[in-house]
């Protein structure tokens, strides 16, 4: 079985084992840094959310200009993905930073934000395929696809460490979210060129159905983290 991954409310006193997921067990760092690396993650979820919402207006809004099914699908993505950065801000906002419950409901909808994200990524593929439809090009488009390619790692990678930090799934899920986002932004990027170039018209969609199988397994993941315990 798993070790049970620990919270901010139950990292004093102890020591220093890595579940399966990454996420460590830091007892050994004091209260203080626990409390600034909490205040981290509140300001960098406040950050994705703002982004998310800046996004999917203008994600939405060169989509529907330049007739742009993809990159429709993709703005209203950000709408899931803000739902996660919503629910990691309630999860370390006032009280709740130090609360295991806090913790373990914050996990669980995290994972529902997984879940709907999959059967989402798996339709636009689906109907991509099937309907021929290729991602079309606008410079609009483009820059903010361009500009979450560069964004998103950076949050994804930071949320990463954090949550590991302070023993929050929550977090680390909500930072995976930012990466998956980046990737399909990159996918969008690349079908353009590849389109443009040697008329690949598959390889946005393929991208979408590997994400929705990685989004799958971490939703399981975030679901089943706090139940497993030694």
């Given amino acids: 079985t798993r070790a ?18 990454g996420v460590e067990d830091v007892g050994r760092v004091r209260s203080p840094e626990l409390l600034r690396a909490s205040r981290r993650i509140l300001v960098l979820s406040w950050a994705s959310l ?18 742009s099914l ?3 699908g ?10 996660a950065s919503a629910v990691v801000i309630w999860r370390f906002t006032g009280s ?26 798996v339709v636009q593929a689906v109907r991509d395929l099937v309907t021929g439809h290729a991602a079309e090009a606008s410079l609009l488009g483009l820059l903010v ?20 930090q302070v023993g929050s799934r929550a977090t680390v899920g909500e930072g995976t979210q930012n990466l998956m986002c980046a990737v399909q932004a990159a996918a969008v990027l690349v079908g353009l060129a590849l389109i ?16 929705a199988v990685w989004a799958v397994r971490e939703g399981q993941e975030a679901w089943e983290g706090e139940e497993d315990e030694d």
């Fill in 196 to 211: 443009a170039t040697v008329g690949w018209r598959w390889v946005d969609p393929a991208v979408a159905l590997a994400l």
């Fill in 70 to 72: 993809s990159l429709v």
């Fill in 4 to 21: 049970r991954s620990p919270s901010v409310a139950g990292l004093a006193g102890r020591a220093g084992s890595v579940d399966h997921a």
């Fill in 74 to 83: 993709w703005a209203l993505g950000s709408v899931i993905e803000g739902l």
């Fill in 50 to 67: 703002v982004w998310m919402i800046g996004e999917g207006t203008l994600g939405l809004v060169a989509g529907v200009q330049g007739g």
């Fill in 96 to 121: 709740r930073a130090r609360s295991e419950t806090a913790e373990a409901r914050a996990q669980k909808a995290v994972a529902v934000s997984f879940f709907l994200l999959a059967p989402y990524l």
């Fill in 145 to 164: 696809t361009a500009a979450s390619v560069v964004v998103m790692p950076a949050l994804g990678l930071a949320k990463h460490r954090l949550g590991r």
